[in-house]
């Protein structure tokens, strides 16, 4: 595998991504476009594909959208899937027996906060040679709209739903990337399909720290359908996520946390909220402690990524 | 032993782990992956020591769970690699939506399986309650009575795999404990002839970015149907690989298999039927039921899955009496598994053989020579009053 340079402008970009037209996601669908992005910045990888809206629809057979080599094995494996394709690769390449190939592991937020976090652990552990990229859509988006470890606080799904009781769901969203650091791997990030220069950079460069071990970017990917607002309010949604500080932009690399996307003077949340129907009701003055504790975790998180980029190598 | 076959291999005193691990050695597999359990664990002891010693050029996956083991093993299979894995009781139950993967995905993998009992209660000893739980997930099924066959078995093992007609994964069983952790001595071949007889894996699914291919895609109403039935069918064409490997490995062992193993049973009026360790103390029963002028003889399954149809339909319509020994219960069915396999082969074309089904040995409860006797004389008496509509149990309280 050779180096991958960073990008500057589009131009410098392959013209046709190996993610072809045809697919069956959703118009205005993150995922659809983090993967277009994918693919256009590591022209050529494996992709193995947890189970998954992306998964699902596109490859219904007899078609595929895929023009790289692309597996599906189950919801809850990508992780030791990879391993075990970049393990094999590497033996067989060594003998001339296959092509080496970055290995991309890529799943939801169901996948890989929740149901394959045990696993994608083991992988980080082991350091693996994998890159893994999570995108993150804030709930179970292909089963219809439950909530995950990535929802945050008070957003309404149909298993949190905002009842006369219990308005939307009670906790906050996971860290994953405090996890995933916690195993020290050489490369771990946040994106924004928003930020679409930042989101493919780092994917390039977690293909370059891949020869070393584990990469791991966590990728905002919004659900028009999911979070109910309007198809062509996709990337505007992105990037709400990321002036409002809910969504923060970083990366860690040898052991030291930076803010790629600095947010002086963040946006209020309400405007983020105000566009999406699973998260309207947080408006209504009766839910307004909800509000309050979500915009205290947002400062809080915020603060909290601020101290460690300022404490130096603590991962 | 022919001294030409004898020339071709070495002598040699391993466990029935190490024995599994020798094989796998000797196979040059590409990619481990596997996860420790009770009895199986010094399977991949030995493997990690052979990679750490650079006696074998593999990939080795220490995972963080048995799901995880097949999963990485599924990875490096369609990769291209030569992977093996290696599990029992809890760890197979944990693969087990796995195990279905790597079948439907028609990955030549091979799996040695110590077998155990599954939990409630936990118990670590032999049954073969987790071998059958993974009856209809489409993968080729061995048992090993001892060393010897497990070692055999393991190598033929990826040979049948690999071949192009069948792509499809394989276990191979041994009792946890009595096999696994029993040294014994064996005929091992030498290096250069498994090397020769398997050669490197050149067949099945491989990811190349220049043939780029889509794995495990959705097959919805149209399609899913076709998928499997394809896959019924590589298991249809195992039969004919495996007779085939089975007679060139007779060609450089001098060790001759068939899907059933018989014992005494030319003349026999009365068979017993067993899987795995129990069949060699089921010899030793008859041998003595023979002694005292019963007309006994035993037959211990070597080849479950797929199930030799025609060798079973030919060899149990001779019999008068069939007593099924199972380890493992079935709660709520007619009878267990391997019951219900000899009665579907034989009925109703043969309905004047008659069966009985015997649950004993589970959670790794002793069977003896005695205890064998008991279970035939039985076994006799009840058919013999018409009194096989139940399942019976043996060295059980309350029985």
């Given at each position: 595998m050779s180096k991958t340079n960073p990008v500057?402008?589009?131009?410098?970009?392959?013209?046709?991504?190996?993610?072809?037209?045809?697919?069956?996601?959703?118009?205005?669908c993150g995922p659809a476009i983090t993967v277009k992005l994918i693919t256009l910045a590591v022209p050529e990888a494996v992709i193995v594909n947890a189970t998954g809206c992306v998964e699902v629809g596109t490859t219904i057979y007899p078609y595929s959208a895929w023009k790289t080599p692309w597996v599906h094995v189950l919801f809850q494996n990508n992780a030791p899937v990879a391993s075990g394709i970049a393990a094999a690769l590497e033996k067989l390449s060594a003998e001339g027996r296959a092509k080496k190939l970055p290995v991309i592991a890529l799943g939801g937020d169901g996948a890989?906060?929740?149901?394959?976090l045990g696993a994608i652990s083991g992988a980080l552990e082991r350091l693996d040679k994998i890159i893994y990229l999570c995108y993150d859509n804030?709930?179970?988006?292909?089963?219809?709209i439950q909530r995950s470890g990535a929802t945050f606080l008070g957003v309404a799904t149909t298993?949190?739903?905002?009842?006369?009781?219990?308005?939307?769901?009670?906790e906050n969203k996971k860290d994953l990337i405090g996890i995933v650091a916690s195993h020290h791997i050489p490369y771990a990030a946040t994106a924004s399909i928003w930020l679409w220069r930042d989101m493919v950079n780092k994917i390039r460069k977690a293909v370059n720290y891949s020869e070393q071990g584990p990469a791991f970017i966590h990728i905002l990917a919004p659900c028009q359908f999911g979070w109910?607002?309007?198809?062509?309010?996709t990337v505007k949604v992105s990037r709400l996520a990321v002036e409002t500080r809910l969504f923060p932009i970083y990366e860690i690399e040898d052991g030291q946390l930076k803010?790629?996307?600095?947010?002086?003077?963040?946006?209020?949340i309400e405007e983020f909220l105000k566009i999406q129907r699973w998260t309207r009701?947080?408006?209504?003055p009766k839910n307004v402690d909800v509000l309050q504790r979500l915009k205290a975790w947002i400062e809080w998180n915020w603060q909290r990524l601020e101290n460690l980029e300022k404490a130096g190598k603590v991962f | 032993m022919m001294t030409e076959a004898l020339a071709r291999q070495h002598r040699i005193a391993l466990t029935g782990n190490d024995a599994v691990a020798y094989a796998v050695k000797q196979a040059n597999v590409d990619v481990i992956s596997a996860y420790p359990i009770t009895p199986q664990t010094f399977v991949v002891e030995t493997l990690s020591r052979y990679v750490n010693d650079g006696e074998l050029n593999a990939k080795f996956i220490n995972v963080e769970s048995e799901h995880s083991a097949l999963s990485a093993v599924i990875g490096a299979s369609l990769a291209g690699a030569r992977a093996f894995t290696a599990t029992a009781s809890q760890g197979l139950a944990y693969m087990w939506e796995a195990l279905y993967a790597a079948s439907g995905l028609r990955l030549p993998i091979v799996m040695a399986l110590a077998a155990r009992a599954l939990s409630a209660p936990i118990n670590i000893h032999n049954d073969h309650s987790d071998f059958f739980g993974m009856?209809?997930?489409?993968w080729i099924m061995f048992n090993g009575e001892e060393a010897q066959e497990t070692y055999d078995l393991t190598i033929m093992a990826f040979k049948i795999a690999e071949d192009p007609r069948v792509l499809l994964p394989v276990v191979v069983s041994y009792d946890g404990f009595?096999?696994?952790?029993a040294i014994t001595n064996f005929y091992a071949l030498n290096d250069d002839v498994v090397k020769e007889f398997l050669g490197v894996r050149t067949t099945g699914p491989r990811i190349d970015p220049d043939n780029p291919r889509t794995f495990g895609v959705l097959a919805l109403q149209d399609s899913y149907f076709e998928f499997k039935r394809q896959q019924y069918e590589a298991m249809e064409n195992s039969r004919q690989v495996i007779k085939e490997v089975f007679q060139k490995y007779e060609e450089i062992s001098g060790r001759s298999y068939a899907p059933l193993k018989e014992y005494m049973?030319?003349?026999?009026e009365t068979c017993l039927v067993a899987m795995g360790s129990t069949v060699g103390t089921a010899r030793h029963a008859v041998k003595t039921l023979r002694e005292a002028g019963e007309k006994a003889g035993v037959v211990g399954i070597l080849?479950?899955?797929?199930?030799p149809v025609k060798e079973a339909e030919q060899l149990f319509s001779r019999f008068k009496r069939i007593i099924v020994m199972e380890k493992v219960m079935s709660p709520g069915?007619?009878?267990g598994p391997v019951y219900e396999d000899i009665a579907a082969t034989i009925y109703p074309k043969h309905s004047e053989v008659k069966i009985i089904d015997f649950t004993y040995?589970?959670?790794?409860r002793d069977i003896s020579t005695q205890g064998i006797i008991e279970i035939y004389k039985k076994g006799k008496e009840l058919i013999d009053k018409g009194k096989t509509d139940r399942v019976y149990f043996h060295g059980v309280r309350g029985e």
């Open positions: 500057s402008k589009i131009s410098d970009l392959p013209e046709e991504s190996k993610f072809r037209p045809g697919h069956r996601l959703c118009a205005g890989t906060f929740d149901i394959g804030f709930a179970y988006m292909n089963t219809g298993t949190s739903p905002a009842g006369k009781v219990i308005p939307g769901k009670q109910r607002y309007e198809p062509r309010l803010i790629n996307y600095r947010v002086s003077k963040p946006v209020p009701h947080l408006l209504d | 009856r209809d997930a489409g009595i096999v696994s952790h049973t030319g003349d026999a080849q479950y899955r797929p199930w069915a007619r009878a040995g589970l959670g790794g």
